[in-house]
């Protein structure tokens, strides 16, 4: 009987892309990050679980994110490695009109309210616990990963929706992760951004690797070393 109002609720809550899921349970990780306080609770808690193995193989390197935006997901990260330097890789005036010179790249979101353009440095670090461990980096990536050539990173976010600035940041993170370290790449399964699909697939040919899908909102993948 439960089981089938849940069952119905359920497909009530999907119309609106929300689904009831049973969390984590009997796990003993640390929990670093509130999961209900967010509404990706996959992307959220696959997140703990990552910092969770960061954290027991003590792994050396820091954390970046290319693509910030509001900081939503960067609070996240900075949350859950209080002890390691966050780098903060955006425009924070939205898209590049280099990205949109690449071939297949949708032209959709140029300027649209899609874009990006609503934030600021001071809405990010506002959100940050730790903010002294945030070292932000404004302007056009890679450019602005100039100078981090000798930097390792034990985690890694590509938020950066489109083709050019994903495929470059696979380039530039991967040989300087950690072992055992972590990328994730939002929006692989996201067909509103076919950039990052061609991004990911490229790139994980070229360097014969194979990116695990996750089943969070925006469809994931996470590299690995
Ligand atoms: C989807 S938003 C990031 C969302 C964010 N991670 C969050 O948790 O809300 C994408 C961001 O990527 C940034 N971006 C895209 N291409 C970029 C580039 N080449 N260099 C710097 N920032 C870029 C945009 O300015 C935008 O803020």
Known sequence: MLKQIIYSINKILNKRSVILSR????????????????????????????????????LDGNVAEVGVFKGEFARLLNQSFPEKILYLFDTFEGFSE??????????????????????S???VLAGMKNKSNCIIKKGYFPETALGLENETFCLVSLDADLYKP??????????????????????YNNKEYPGAKKAVQEFAAEN???????ADGWGSVIFSK
């Open 121 to 123: 440095i001071d809405t």
């Open 23 to 58: 969390p984590l349970v009997n796990h003993d990780q640390t929990l670093y990050i509130d999961p209900l306080r967010k509404m990706d609770y996959v992307r959220c808690m696959t997140l703990n679980l990552l910092a969770n193995e960061i954290h027991d193989k003590n």
């Open 166 to 187: 994903i495929y470059d940041g696979l380039n530039f993170f991967y040989p300087r992760l950690t072992k055992h370290g972590y990328i994730l790449v939002h929006d």
């Open 208 to 214: 014969k690797l194979s990116p695990i899908p996750i």
């Open 98 to 119: 280099l990205d949109f010179q690449t071939a297949n790249e949708p032209t959709k979101y140029k300027e649209t309210a899609h874009n990006f353009k609503d934030t």
